[in-house]
């Protein structure tokens, strides 16, 4: 399916597949379209796309080689992307055997509520107290589209300082501090979704790139 699908859809190349691919049905899901669209990304060269270092990548695999207690977070007041990119993470290490939980500092906008996994996300604001508990807890810490500790808000900043967790940056803003263990990062990438994306592709996932994981990154795509 990956490597044809292009011809599948009977388009030429990755710039009309993506305009085929942007779509919405009436109940704001995106089209069946887009999970071809995320193959075609998969199946041209990694040229052409942002690619991260083998060591960044292997380093990253060796951490994540047994189960893990991981935290997902992000910044406050979370947009498309800072949801379509958590939950698509989300998905992905659940299914590599991992314990994953996503702490979001406050809501998110009502239109992203359709999102597969969304009930699953902890709002900090309400659940306080769940909140600081899953962040004691965590092994390992994945920080998703803020590129500075502050943007997670004044209740969950203090928190995320003193936690003594493996940290992973996954961001695409300017000026990533220097705090992570691990460091993912392109300024000039679209969304954090492209980012987790193309690192679920370097780190030989992409079977786990289901419908769910797809409509996740594509609306981080597509919003950012």
Request: charged share 20%; with cysteine; net charge negative.
């Amino acid at each position: 399916m990956i490597t044809n699908v292009l011809e599948m859809t009977n388009l030429s190349d990755l710039t009309s597949l993506r305009s085929y691919a942007f779509g919405f049905t009436s109940s704001n899901r995106p089209s069946q379209y887009l999970y071809p669209y995320l193959c075609a990304m998969i199946s041209e060269p990694s040229s052409r796309f942002v690619t991260f270092p083998d060591e960044s990548i292997q380093r990253l695999k060796e951490l994540l080689a047994e189960p893990r207690r991981i935290l997902i977070t992000t910044h406050k007041n979370p947009d498309g992307d800072a949801i379509g990119s958590s939950l698509g993470l989300w998905w992905v290490l659940m299914r590599l055997g991992h314990d994953v939980r996503i702490v979001s500092p406050n809501a998110w906008d009502h239109f992203l509520a359709w999102m597969p996994g969304v009930d699953e996300i902890t709002n900090a604001y309400y659940h306080e107290k769940l909140a600081d508990q899953l962040f004691a807890d965590t092994e390992v810490l994945f920080c998703l589209d803020f590129s500075a500790s502050h943007r997670v808000g004044e209740d969950l900043h203090p928190i995320l300082e003193k936690s003594a967790a493996t940290k992973v940056l996954i961001d695409h803003h300017l000026d990533p501090e220097v705090w992570p263990d691990h460091l993912f990062h392109v300024a000039g990438a679209s969304s954090t979704a492209e980012l987790v994306f193309r690192l679920v592709d370097q780190m030989g996932h992409q079977d786990l790139i289901d419908q769910s994981v797809a409509e996740c990154l594509y609306t981080g795509l597509m919003t950012d």
